[in-house]
């Protein structure tokens, strides 16, 4: 989504990722060589759920 500077997005959202780097490292997230810190998985699925859950309340569901 595209949000002009300085607008507040109509969507807003959350950026977390889990990935881990050493200086020098420049792997992102979609890299073959990417490593994950599997601890934070757990709070990234628990932060997803409580957002699917808070926006279903929101709609009356």
């Known amino acids: ?5 300085g607008a507040a997005p109509r ?3 959350e950026m ?3 990935v881990m780097m ?3 490292e420049i792997f992102g997230q979609h890299h073959p ?7 934070s998985l757990p709070i ?3 932060l997803h759920a409580g957002v ?3 926006w279903l ?3 009356g569901r």
């Open 1 to 5: 989504m595209f949000t002009p500077a």
């Open 11 to 13: 969507h807003p959202m």
């Open 33 to 39: 060589q990417a490593r994950f810190n599997e601890a």
């Open 57 to 59: 309340e929101r709609q």
């Open 16 to 18: 977390m990722s889990a």
């Open 22 to 24: 050493d200086e020098g």
């Open 52 to 54: 699917a859950i808070a």
């Open 44 to 46: 990234g699925a628990a």
